[in-house]
């Protein structure tokens, strides 16, 4: 059983800056990609940043220059430093691990964490 656990979110103004983390574990070898999404309200989940394993990254358009994402393969871990952030920007961030290589079984779909929320007041 997987388990994502995301911290770090919280009311920031415009401008300002939030580091989310979230920590995967359960018996975990490794996980071949961890993405951030992040969910409005009325609006459906989207992608945000997604890394391999490896360091490459990938960026929503709207994200791109101001999210950096990055991870610590040691701990399962993944962040995302999110700058110069906008009211555009608020939603419930969630934390995805996809191909997840435990001790006995690989599971190739995603793990979901339960979203931290992230409010950017206009």
């Known amino acids: 059983q997987v388990q994502l656990v995301e911290s770090g979110g919280g009311l920031v103004q415009a401008g300002g800056s939030l580091r989310l983390s979230c920590a995967a574990s359960g018996n975990i070898i490794r996980i071949d990609v961890m993405s951030w999404y992040r969910q409005a309200p009325g609006n459906q989940r989207d992608l945000v940043a997604t890394?391999?394993?490896?360091?490459?990254?990938n960026y929503a358009e709207s994200v791109k220059g101001r999210f950096t994402i990055s991870r610590d393969n040691t701990k399962n871990t993944v962040y995302l430093q999110m700058n110069s952030l906008k009211p555009e920007d608020t939603a419930v961030y969630y934390c995805?691990?996809?191909?997840?290589?435990?001790?006995?079984?690989?599971?190739?779909?995603?793990?979901w964490g339960q979203g931290t929320q992230v409010t950017v007041p206009s």
């Open positions: 995805d691990a996809e191909g997840v290589w435990l001790f006995h079984e690989y599971q190739p779909g995603d793990n």
């Open positions: 890394i391999t394993r490896y360091g490459n990254t």
